[in-house]
């Protein structure tokens, strides 16, 4: 918290700041500057912002909000890596890419290999999907758990899936390596306490109709359950603009990246509903400083059962990686290197 004194406050006024911040146990550091006084004070309890406002001579002062504590940059100053089974997110930039629905057995298995050629560094899939419609593809469930694991054996990647419900959580864990909840349940308070208690990565998606306040409020229940490990993942929110499907909030990045410690993916797929949307909004967030990319990509994207108008084919996603490559060389903030794509996928499919 930054307590920033009146230019013409009086020396008592300063003092009485000094002795309000040292009656409530924080420690305080005095800078003065052009004849202002500033208190810069450590970890503030709840309430006390409020306090220092209301006293006189008092000018600014500048606090997270009371009830962000261990997702804010005032609990914990350094960035937090998350370790997704050995792909370290926060720390090199990192693509997460896959389809956005497991269908079939050949479907994941020819995405997951390109993915993985093109150095992507996890596979999403969503294996029960939370659709608009009750009558679209629900995804294959169980079954299509069952296929990213196998997919993750074959290629290596760390496989990243979203659960709708508390009661398919010990089936995700089972078989996942990172726990993703989505737009639609970023405000469910009950499934996010459930996956605070596992310490398994979550992806937390941006609630579509979310401030970034209530979305760091959304991780700050998984990690008040003990889960240290929450990823955002900021995928566009519901707007007046209807030329794409939400509206990516590009400025939520650098916004997250000042109030909280976690890392911030951008999921641009989602967030245009196009693909040809896709690339530059992902070079975008890159240079925006996102951690990294949740992208749909498809093996034959004209066919996708969910969102095929949104999904990079083999050469879009190639083009893009090689993009991200360069901009990311220039900005000085290396591209993490895959795990190591096992040889028997540098070979051509049978
Ligand atoms: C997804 O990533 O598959 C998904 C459904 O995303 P969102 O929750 O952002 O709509
Ligand atoms: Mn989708």
Sequence with gaps: ????????????????????????????????????????????????????????????????????????????????????????????????????????????????????????????GGAYKPRTSPYSFQGLGREGLELLAEQRRKTGLPVVTEVLDTADLDSVLDLADMVQIGTRNAQNYALLREVGRSERPVLLKRGMASTVEEWLLAAEYVLAEGN?????????????????????????????????????????????????????LALAAAAVGADGLLLDVHVDASTALCDAGQALDHAAFGTLMKSLGGLLGGLRRPLAGALGVPSVLTAEPA
Excluded at 6 to 25: F, M, N, P, R, V
Excluded at 105 to 113: H, V
Excluded at 257 to 274: C, K, Y
């Design 1 to 124: 918290m930054i307590v920033v004194m009146d230019l013409a406050c009086s020396t008592e006024e300063i003092e009485h700041a000094s002795a309000a911040l040292k009656a409530a146990g924080v420690s305080t550091r005095r800078a003065v500057s052009d004849a202002r006084t500033t208190f810069v004070a450590g970890s503030a309890p709840a309430g006390l912002a409020e306090r220092m406002r209301s006293l006189p001579g008092v000018a600014t002062v500048v606090a997270p909000a009371d009830n962000l504590r261990l997702t804010s940059r005032d609990f914990q100053a350094k960035d937090t890596v998350v370790d997704v089974a050995g792909v370290r997110i926060g720390d090199a930039f990192v693509v997460a890419a896959g389809p956005c629905a497991v269908e079939s057995e050949s479907q994941l298995e020819d995405t997951a290999r390109m993915v993985a050629l093109a150095g992507g560094m996890m596979l999403r």
């Design 228 to 280: 240290p490990n929450v990823v955002l993942c900021e995928r566009g929110i519901r707007s007046f603009e209807s030329a794409t499907r939400f509206t990516l909030d590009l400025s939520a990045v650098p916004v997250v990246n000042r109030l909280s410690h976690l890392p911030v993916l951008v999921d641009p797929s989602h967030a245009a509903g196009r693909a040809d949307l896709v690339a530059p």
